[in-house]
T-cell receptor
């Protein structure tokens, strides 16, 4: 149980284009999903909290107009990196909170991640 | 001071030994604690969660929590080379809704 998928797993794009990443909870409903970014040899950095049916909450320093988040259903959240630039190249990982699961409601299950390379 | 601190390592142990990974957290009201394992190039995987003081065992893994000392640890018994990874400690503080605050991780290397 508590499986989270991400698509695509890897994407290469040209500078200036937009990239959409999907995060799905496969066997549970997730009212809250989280988007993280991780640069090589660094820890996870929380970018934003995605809430189903409402606006995402962004962490300090994260541009909401650049990283668009939509959480239209209980099983799907999307992150769109708009006008991507080489410095946006990173490992983007989503997680989902299984509020109906056996564990604590704060338990997060991670997707496999999306590796973005902007040329 | 960081909210969740871990020694970056690497912690090197021989195969079959006990690996002890430590994590301290700031003086804020906290309610749940998690250990995640992250292999190189992969996303984190939940290993254990613990909510109350004491020990919690699951197979070769034991999580220990001491709220008075603001300390949580993970013991791995009979360490295997496949346990070599980065271990992330995460804390949920009550005033941060459902967010988890992650430490920077400890890299564990189990030598064959």
């Amino acid at each position: 149980g508590a499986v989270v998928s991400q698509h695509p797993s890897r994407v290469i794009c040209k500078s200036g284009t937009s990239v959409k990443i999907e995060c799905r909870s496969l066997d549970f409903q997730a009212t809250t999903m989280f988007w993280y970014r991780q640069f090589p040899k660094q820890s996870l950095m929380l970018m934003a909290t995605s809430n189903e049916g409402s606006k995402a909450t962004y962490e300090q320093g994260v541009e909401k107009d650049k990283f668009l988040i939509n959480h239209a259903s209980l099983t799907l959240s999307t992150l769109t990196v708009t006008s991507a630039h080489p410095e946006d190249s990173s490992f983007y990982i989503c997680s989902a909170r299984d509020h109906g699961g056996r564990g604590a409601p704060e338990t997060q299950y991670f997707g496999p991640g999306t590796r973005l390379l902007v040329l | 001071q960081k909210e969740v601190e871990q020694n970056s390592g690497p912690l090197s142990v021989p195969e079959g030994a006990i690996a002890s990974l430590n994590c301290t957290y700031s003086d804020r009201v906290s309610q749940s604690f998690f250990w995640y394992r992250q292999y190189s190039g992969k996303s984190p995987e939940l290993i254990m969660s613990i909510y109350s003081n004491g020990d919690k065992e699951d197979g070769r893994f034991t999580a220990q929590l001491n709220k008075a000392s603001q300390y949580v640890s993970l013991l791995i018994r009979d360490s295997q080379p496949s346990d070599s990874a980065t271990y992330l400690c995460a804390v949920n503080f009550m005033d941060s809704s459902y967010k988890l605050i992650f430490g920077s991780g400890t890299r564990l290397l189990v030598r064959p």
